[in-house]
């Protein structure tokens, strides 16, 4: 592997009575999209500002590109950043907003109208270069702010929540956008986020943060599927939880004692003893009036409490009689799928021992 | 609406309306004003360099108290805009409370600290003899700071602070402070990113800080008549004068609208010119 661009080394924030950022050290590749992902407080967007220079490190290194810029003030990284509330100077009109960061640098007038004709047109605003920010809608407002962070030809962009403005559709059209714009300007890109779908839509790699640590680092599919914690299993999509004690095990394979689930034996390449918890994703749950046929397959027996329907998927939440309540998500594949049951229905959920994980509690 | 035009009309059009009128009236007798349509109180006015020159006096030293003003106040709204949350209202209180005293008794209190024996002169000795000045230069010569134009301008400053602090205050706490880190982070200085974008975008707390300071500067009486002395009046003396001592009516109200011509047409060159520049931005 190549360089990495930044190197976060064991960097503290601690506020007033809180620890804002616990002991944080990853790396990140260049040309990487890499996306900070958690609940709000979590402590991504304080590290974001510290990369940026708004926050000053307690302690640790933030190293980009070599060089310790942890004491280097914020006008002087070679970062730039997209706000949330996207901080497009309303006195200014577009032009005047993507040039600024050119000419507050001392780049000569004629290079600053190229390149910020350049960049609005990368941002696909060309024809608003003269507009006043207070004449534009929220998602081109993004676009100038964009347009204005890219100009300075950052070797990492940050970008602070930058879609949680806008409205859903438009949200996911920019999100489309923003990954073909990482890969067409070969940048960087750092974004903060507590919008899982965002997270694992655009970035090639998450860091799941909880209260102010980083949980697990990884692919999203990996993320997904092979969560490290019960938080992230938890955060990440929907999971159901069991919790269980480790009775035995033989190979790869871990017997525990569930309280609603009675004895199971599931797949784990790891040792494991104590008190675990079994996860499984909503959408690897069968669903079934009668029992299933397959021997391999667990899973318990109960009513159908709840029914969410979502046009293209229904919610379903099944309750059992040791108190289980058991989510699952069925694909509306055929018009008929959803009369075949019905709430009050008693029904069989189960699932592959495969699809089970198994979290330290 | 009715009540709050009522009170517009009773209480100020109506006066105003009637000191308008006595404006082109004269004197017939000691407590009689005829309004006869003259202008010759106008005409006194304008021709009279005395008076001209005094308008013309009051123009530059309510013109340099006001930017005096700005200049204390801005670093002071901005140190309050951003102190800690629970120490804000401790602050504003402090800019405040002058308010509670009588201007009368601030007045007379500016002039036991600036007066030959008095507080700032007290001070500046024992600077003076401190760093044993007195040996190189002989003993400490007590500074004329009263009844001059340092001492309106100095008085007029104080007074009329909390005017200007309050609405810069209000501007710069509403002013979203990520338009300074974006500034920073493009690479701006930190005094490129004052006057590039902390300045323009609290321009409406400035300028209205600047509205509020100037026009009632401009007509003050009681302070130029107190620290001032004889040689520093301002017009709103004259005025005060014509009203009381002098009983000329007609004069006075005169004297009083020309300097309210002169207020309007400060407030229509700046709009003039604040039209015309948002005019070349779009």
Redesign the interface.
């Known amino acids: 592997m190549s360089e990495p661009i930044i190197s976060i080394r064991n960097v503290n924030k601690e506020f007033p009575g809180v620890m804002a950022v616990d002991n944080a050290s990853f790396d990140i590749e260049a040309n990487e999209f890499f996306a900070l992902l958690g609940p709000s407080g979590c402590g991504k967007t304080t590290l974001l500002r510290m990369i940026?220079?708004?926050e000053t490190p307690t302690s640790g290194e933030i190293i980009i590109d070599g060089q310790d810029i942890s004491h280097v003030?914020?006008?002087?990284r070679p970062?730039?950043?997209v706000?949330?509330?996207y901080?497009v100077?309303?006195?200014m009109?577009v032009i005047d907003n993507v040039g600024?960061?050119l000419k507050?640098?001392g780049v000569p007038a004629n290079e600053i109208s190229t390149r910020a004709s350049e960049a609005l047109e990368r941002v696909k605003l060309g024809n608003l270069a003269?507009r006043?920010p207070d004449q534009l809608s929220g998602g081109q407002r993004q676009r100038v702010a964009l347009a204005?962070?890219l100009v300075?030809r950052p070797k990492v962009l940050l970008l602070d929540e930058p879609l949680s403005a806008l409205d859903a559709k438009l949200r996911e059209q920019m999100q489309l956008e923003l990954a073909h714009l990482q890969e067409d300007v070969g940048i960087t890109f750092i974004i903060v986020t507590h919008d899982q779908d965002e997270a694992l839509s655009m970035a090639d790699r998450i860091a799941v943060m909880h209260e102010g640590r980083v949980d697990q680092i990884a692919a999203p599919d990996v993320l997904y599927e092979q969560p490290h914690n019960r938080f992230v299993a938890d955060f990440i999509g929907k999971v159901n939880l069991f919790e269980g004690t480790v009775t035995g095990a033989r190979g790869k394979t871990v017997s525990i004692d569930t309280a609603g689930l009675g004895k199971v034996q599931v797949p784990h390449a790891e040792a494991a003893d104590g008190s675990v918890s079994l996860a499984v994703r909503p959408e690897k749950v069968r669903i079934s009036k009668t029992a299933p046929r397959s021997k391999s397959v667990m899973g318990t027996k109960g009513r159908i409490a709840d029914w969410a329907y979502y046009g293209d998927v229904s919610h379903m939440f099944v309750e059992t009689e040791k108190g289980l309540r058991i989510g699952v998500i069925i694909q509306n594949e055929t018009r008929k799928t959803v009369d075949a049951m019905d709430v009050g229905d008693i029904v069989h959920v189960y699932w592959s021992p495969e699809d089970t994980l198994l979290l330290n509690s | 609406m009715i009540p709050g035009t009522a009170w517009l009309v009773l209480f100020f059009l109506a006066p105003l309306a009637i000191i308008w009128a006595i404006s082109f009236g004269e004197n017939t007798s000691l407590v009689k004003t005829e309004i006869t349509g003259t202008l010759d109180n106008y005409w006194r006015a304008l021709s009279d360099v005395v008076y001209l020159k005094i308008i013309w006096k009051s123009l530059w030293i309510s013109l340099l108290s006001t930017a005096l003003c700005l200049a204390i106040a801005y670093p002071i709204s901005f140190l309050i805009s951003f102190a800690k949350d629970k120490w804000k209202p401790l602050l504003l209180m402090i800019v405040i409370l002058p308010f509670w005293i009588n201007l009368l008794i601030r007045t007379y209190a500016l002039i036991a600290v600036f007066r030959t024996r008095g507080f700032a002169n007290f001070g500046l000795e024992w600077i003076y003899n401190t760093l044993q000045l007195d040996h190189l230069f002989g003993a400490f010569e007590p500074l004329p700071l009263l009844y001059n134009n340092f001492a309106v301008i100095a008085g007029l400053v104080y007074v009329f602070m909390p005017f200007m602090v309050l609405p810069l205050y209000a501007s710069i706490e509403r002013l979203d402070k990520s338009y300074l880190e974006a500034s920073l982070d493009l690479g701006a200085s930190q005094s490129r990113t004052f006057w590039s974008v902390t300045v323009p975008l609290t321009m409406p707390g400035i300028v209205s800080g600047l509205i509020l300071v100037f026009i009632p500067m401009l007509g003050s009486f009681l302070t130029p008549d107190l620290l001032g002395g004889t040689n520093a009046q301002m017009i709103g003396n004259v005025i005060e004068r014509q009203f009381k001592a002098a009983n000329d009516w007609p004069f006075g109200a005169a004297l009083s609208f020309l300097l309210m011509y002169v207020t309007f047409g400060a407030l229509a060159i700046r709009s003039v010119l604040s039209g015309r520049k948002s005019g070349m931005e779009v």
């Open positions: 940026a220079g708004f003030p914020a006008n002087q970062v730039n950043m706000f949330q509330s901080a100077f309303p006195h009109s600024y960061g507050v640098t003269n006043k204005r962070a300075k």
